[in-house]
């Protein structure tokens, strides 16, 4: 939560302040992510939120996504080498790590422009899924299966 609460929002009347989690969001994000089942999963892996228009569920979306990122730097290497074999891990896992980084460099920039000219992020969200689907395309050409 003080990764969060380290975040400024913006745009609006709030632009530039920095996000304090209101006690409602603050609950969400603690049964989200704070409650764990005995085997040390968490208990909640999808949660259906419904939230009014003009309550912060945008900023709060973007805030939980922020503070997800980099959670797949852990489980990168052993998916890569068990899909591609530790002789081949290096090339590909400096690859991977550009494009991420990349994305990164990039990412809020694109997200801020288009925030900017449209006033919306139906724009952004559209334009990621674009970039899935382009990234899922050139999987699949050129990952050849394992035999």
Same mark, same amino acid.
């Given at each position: 939560m003080s990764f969060i609460e380290c975040l @400024?929002?913006? =745009?609006? @009347? *709030?632009?530039? =302040?920095p996000f304090k989690l209101l !006690? *409602?969001?603050e609950q969400i994000i603690r !049964?989200?992510?704070?409650?764990? =089942?005995?085997?040390?999963?968490?208990?909640f892996n @999808? $949660?259906?939120i419904e939230i009014p228009k003009k309550m912060g569920k945008s900023e709060l979306a $973007?805030?939980?996504i922020n503070a997800s990122y980099g959670g797949d730097f852990s489980t990168l290497p052993a998916f890569l080498s068990s899909r591609f074999g530790m002789d081949k891990i290096s090339g590909i896992h400096d690859v991977a790590?550009?494009?991420? /980084?990349? $994305?990164?460099l990039t990412g809020n920039q694109i997200t801020a422009a288009v925030?900017? /000219?449209t006033g919306s992020y139906?724009?952004?969200?559209l334009i990621v899924a674009a970039l899935y689907g382009v990234a899922l395309i050139i999987s699949y050409t050129m990952v050849k299966p394992q035999k």
């Open positions: @400024t929002h913006t =745009k609006g @009347t *709030w632009a530039g =302040k !006690d *409602w969001q !049964d989200l992510f704070g409650v764990v =089942k005995p085997n040390g999963y968490r208990q @999808t $949660a259906y $973007a805030a939980i790590l550009s494009a991420w /980084a990349l $994305a990164g925030l900017n /000219a139906n724009l952004v969200f």
